[in-house]
T-cell receptor, first 110, second 121 residues
Framework: GQQLNQSPQSMFIQEGEDVSMNCTSS?????WLWYKQDPGEGPVLLIA?????ELTSNGRLTAQFGITRKDSFLNISASIPSDVGIYFC??????????FGAGTILRVKS | EAGVAQSPRYKIIEKRQSVAFWCNPI?????LYWYQQILGQGPKLLIQ??????VDDSQLPKDRFSAERLKGVDSTLKIQPAKLEDSAVYLC???WGLGGLAGVMGTDTQYFGPGTRLTVL
């Protein structure tokens, strides 16, 4: 099936540092989404991107839809302890079917 | 607004046994999804319902998995018989199920429940 390559697999950073993660695909998507999943919970939508080249912010989070429509990245500025969790990218085509990456585990050292 | 409800939260069974999961979507949401999330992986769509009809079940192992949404509201997912590799978190999600341009644009946000963690021994 469709694969999304998400990197890095995990990160261990100092509180206050900026974080970057990205997602690439061999196929084009119409929408890119970034979710966060806390332990024992379902994924929660952070940012949705609908147009190639789009740059969208949500507080300390910034995400971009790559111009080739095959990639996206997420930046978190000035990380805090509650940023800990697993971040998933997801690509979406017509009909709402989501394809998820394997996730980036974020650990923050306070 | 109440979120997506799922039960049970945890289930441990032995292989070859049967198990069922229940999902109650957000009120008014027409579309309901069941995902399987294996440890260390992202969620994978098993089946998508629009009201009480199946839209996509291409990745549902139909020899052992079944799902229904008879009245177009809540849904059950069943595994019979379970295998060791079925150990995973089963997530339910729902969305308004917007048609037309919103569907094409992919702006129909999916809201996830907390999941049911299944362990098959």
């Amino acid at each position: 099936g469709q694969q999304l390559n998400q990197s890095p697999q995990s990160m261990f950073i100092q509180e206050g540092e900026d974080v970057s993660m990205n997602c690439t695909s061999s196929s084009i998507f119409n929408t890119w989404l970034w979710y966060k999943q806390d332990p024992g919970e379902g994924p929660v939508l952070l940012i949705a991107l609908y147009k190639a080249g789009e740059l969208t912010s949500n507080g300390r989070l910034t995400a971009q839809f790559g111009i080739t429509r095959k990639d996206s990245f997420l930046n978190i500025s000035a990380s805090i302890p509650s940023d800990v969790g697993i971040y998933f990218c997801a690509g979406q085509r017509y009909g709402n079917k989501l394809v998820f990456g394997a996730g980036t585990i974020l650990r923050v050292k306070s | 607004e109440a979120g997506v409800a799922q039960s049970p939260r945890y289930k441990i069974i032995e292989k070859r046994q049967s198990v069922a999961f229940w999902c109650n979507p957000i009120s008014g949401h027409a579309t309901l999804y069941w995902y399987q999330q294996i440890l260390g992986q992202g969620p994978k769509l098993l089946i998508q319902f629009q009201n009480n009809g199946v839209v996509d079940d291409s990745q549902l192992p139909k020899d052992r998995f079944s799902a229904e949404r008879l009245k177009g509201v809540d849904s059950t997912l069943k595994i019979q018989p379970a295998k060791l590799e079925d150990s995973a978190v089963y997530l339910c999600a729902s969305s308004w199920g917007l048609g037309g341009l919103a569907g094409v644009m992919g702006t129909d946000t999916q809201y996830f429940g907390p999941g049911t963690r299944l362990t098959v021994l």
